[in-house]
């Protein structure tokens, strides 16, 4: 049975599943190419009709010098002027801006001319349509497949316009394209995908796409969701549906085929990806790598705040060792001046911990310091120490949190984020009537830590601040009380064994203020959170090198300032990374 036919019996077996439901209706009962000799049958059902009724939205055709992304950026923009912005959130609806689609199709190496494209969550169709200008300026002729999804009714007539127009462009240039909607969900539709075989290893499957270009939505799934449960293996704790695009679009490209892709960067580091990562590294040669120095303005149209980057990858039988990666930057989504330069992958990808993380580096002077700090021979764990926590969460304390410290020992002093002031702790210090103390109980016991000396370290912190790690220390000789409690967005470093001593954790808190360390956990972690994974896999000096930091530190009370600090680091570990002007390297505590 022919690779086709398998397709075919899949589709049958659903259509027939369908219409036992009583499912009166059309989208997606197979793939059905629009190829202008079959005469392209109409995909839009009456549900879909009455939508484009009910709605004031009226399509506009194409006007005739208008460009392939220019008319479905139109598109796009009139869509989310026509839809509540809330709804559009919860879709996962953030369309592309023009440029960015021009950029991601740019990335791809054509070299067939029979070929088949992917957008998987294709909203207007816009990064399509960025793929069709790119065959245009190329100017060969090609045989094109082009097969979107996309799962909201109200897209669907708007993307069947811009893809219709994408054929009849390249067909005028001598060009055959056929194309495909399905109006259903890309990850369920395609479950077979993962389903045949197990996931780490390649499986048979009717279609292999050369390329797959995509923005796939972005909201949180429920662990028990079906998608979910289809993609099990690779999920830890609450898994995103982007992550779930991207794995299932890499099951689905044929050796040698390309992924391009722009999502958020939070699967780079951090425990929930773990898995994924470690799956996506199998599967997929990342080649590429594009960062956007602003996360302000990338997705403007829908206020986005999240740190966004483009990943292309090749799928390989076998992975080449030590294959660079291009890594470019732009300041914003205009991507003028874009600065682009390669680094080896043993920079990028960093095996620490049975983990694997993807750095980030955004200027050789990153590299330069990724390469001194990998050096350092420790980790948390390897010198004793670990790093939690803080345990008290407010809202489920709040029986227990009071608003002064009372006289007995029956309460004890808590910490937030904001007693973090430089390289101490001052306590007590008012912010919005937060509580100052907790109640000392059988109840709250599991709660509470016996002072000691403990490195704190804020969890919360965003790329816009100063410094991306706020490094703290208690003291037991300044802290007179018996027990202490740690508000949730707080981790801290402890020693499970004992104690820290005073040296090693003024070395240990000073290290991680450093700008050295700053640099290097911004190519780690992209996220406002600080993740204390992402602490675990940081390296650090020989202990003998903390204790004399720490000696240093704590008797000249430098730890005022982080020039400071970075001088004191650099001259005991004998490292002077010249920082970019750009860089915080003169960076002051808050
Ligand atoms: C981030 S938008 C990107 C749209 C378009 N590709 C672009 O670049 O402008 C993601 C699209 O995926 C669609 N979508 C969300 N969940 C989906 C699913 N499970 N299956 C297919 N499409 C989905 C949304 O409706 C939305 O149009």
Redesign the pocket.
Known sequence: MSINEVYQMQYKKEELTRSSHNMNWEICTALQTHQSKIGGKRLLNREMTDVLEDSSMQIPEKAKQEGLVDYADRL?GLYARTYDPLNRKQ??????PKQV?VYMASLFEIHHNKIRLL??????G??TAAFCERILSKGEVVDLTLDA????AN?LPLLEKVLESCKLELEEKGNNVGYNICG????LHNEGYFRESDLFLRSENPISYDFVI?????YKLNKDSP?SRVTMKLIYGQPN?YMLFMALSANMIRSGGEIVFITPRSFCSGLYYKKFREFLLKNIQITDIHIFESRKDIFSRDEILQENIIIKGRKEGKMNENEKVIISTSKNRNLNKLKNFEVSENDIFYYKNGDVFIRIPTSLSDVEILRIVDSWPNTLKDLGLEISTGPVVPFRAKDYLLPELKENSKSAPLLWMHNIQGTGIVWPLRKNKKALAIHVSGKTMPLLLHVKNYVLVKRFTSKEQKRRLYAAVLLKSDFPYKRVGIENHVNYIHKPKGALSVYEAFGIAAILNTTVIDNYFRTLNGNTQVNSTDIRSLPFPQIKDIIKIGEIVYKSQSYENSLNLDIIVAEILGTNVKMEKTKKGVAKDE
């Open positions: 796009s879709k996962g609806q953030f369309f592309t689609s957008d998987p969550g294709a909203g207007t816009v990064l999804y996309e799962n909201d897209l259903q969900d890309f990850i995509s923005n796939p939505p972005y998608q549906i």
